[in-house]
C-alpha cells in the first residue's frame, strides 16, 4: 500500500503514461479515420469538383489584381489594438501588485495608443469612402 501511494506521488516516467496512451488513441483515430474515408469513399473526379470554388461566387478575370492598401491599414491597426489588449491581462491579474507606479504606467501606454488612435482618424486611414 506504501509503494503505491510513493510511486503515485513521485514524478516518474510511469507518470506520463495516461497522456501518452491519450495521445496514440487521439493519432491513432485521426490516422485511421482519414485512411479508411481515403480508401472506402466514392472516387467521381467530375469537371465540376476539380474547378477552384470560392465561396460560391463565379470566378471572373485574374486572382492577382491590386487590392486597396485600405484593407491592409485596417488589417494592420486592428492587429495593433488587439494587441494592445493583450498587454492590460498581466496588468489586470497584478494591479494590487503593481500599485500606483503600474497605474500610471498603464495610463502612459493607453495615452500612447489614444494618441496613435487619434493620429490615424486625423489622417483618414479609417474612411472607406474613395
Keep these: 500500500m506504501f ?7 513521485a514524478t516518474t516516467p510511469f507518470s506520463y503514461f495516461p497522456i501518452v496512451l491519450q495521445l496514440l488513441a487521439a493519432v ?3 490516422g485511421i479515420t482519414m485512411l479508411a474515408t481515403h480508401f472506402l469513399g466514392p472516387k467521381r473526379k467530375t469537371k465540376d469538383k476539380l474547378i477552384n470554388f470560392e465561396s460560391g461566387i463565379e470566378q471572373i478575370g485574374n486572382a492577382r489584381q491590386p487590392v486597396a492598401i485600405k484593407y491592409f491599414l485596417t488589417a ?3 492587429v ?3 494587441v494592445e489588449v493583450i498587454f492590460f491581462y ?9 500599485g500606483w ?3 500610471f504606467a498603464m495610463l ?6 489614444m494618441g496613435g488612435f487619434f493620429y490615424i482618424i486625423k489622417k483618414g486611414a479609417l474612411k472607406w469612402e474613395d
Design 3 to 9: 509503494l503505491d501511494i510513493e510511486l503515485l506521488s
Design 28 to 30: 491513432g483515430f485521426v
Design 76 to 78: 494592420i491597426l486592428f
Design 80 to 82: 495593433l489594438f488587439d
Design 90 to 98: 498581466p496588468y489586470a491579474v497584478n494591479f494590487k501588485e503593481l
Design 101 to 103: 507606479d503600474g497605474f
Design 108 to 113: 502612459m501606454f493607453v495615452a500612447f495608443f
